[in-house]
């Protein structure tokens, strides 16, 4: 695969840690971690906004892998995170079946 790049730092900051892998024709969140005195807050919201903004602005699928490393987080209020900003739960979709390491994704909306 050629033109992968690093592109967390665009979007992190002192609050907030995200992993992005930007590919020629699709977007990666890798990991976002926002510090835990600070969750709910909207750290996290702020962030995912930047990245799907960006991805619309390139015209590129975003997916990810919804993935609650604690046992005491909910997959489904994670994932409810995800589908506020357009997200889609990858049921093997035919098209998207490439992702199948990613249970989410969300295409890009044309400016
Ligand atoms: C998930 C995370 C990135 C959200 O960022 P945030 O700044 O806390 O969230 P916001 O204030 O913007 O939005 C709140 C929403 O985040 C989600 N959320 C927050 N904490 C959560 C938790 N412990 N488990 C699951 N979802 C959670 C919920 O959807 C919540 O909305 P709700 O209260 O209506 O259910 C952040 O809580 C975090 O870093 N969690 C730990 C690491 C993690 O799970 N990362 C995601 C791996 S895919």
């Not at 892998?21 to 919201?45: A, M």
């Not at 892998?65 to 995170?81: H, Q, T, V, Y």
Request: hydrophobic share 40%; glycine share 4%.
């Amino acid at each position: 695969m050629k033109d992968i790049a690093f592109i967390g730092e665009k979007f992190s900051n002192e609050n907030v840690y995200v992993e992005v892998l930007e590919c020629e024709d699709f977007i990666r969140i890798e990991k976002i971690l926002v510090k835990s005195i600070l969750r709910n807050q909207g750290h996290g919201t702020k962030v995912i906004n930047n990245i799907i903004e960006y991805a619309d602005t390139k015209n590129k699928i975003v997916v990810l892998c919804a993935d609650p490393k604690e046992r005491r987080w909910s997959l489904k209020r994670l994932m409810n995170f995800y589908k506020r900003f357009g997200f889609i739960e990858n049921k093997n979709d035919k098209f998207i079946n490439r992702f199948w390491n990613d249970n989410m994704y969300r295409l890009p909306i044309s400016k």
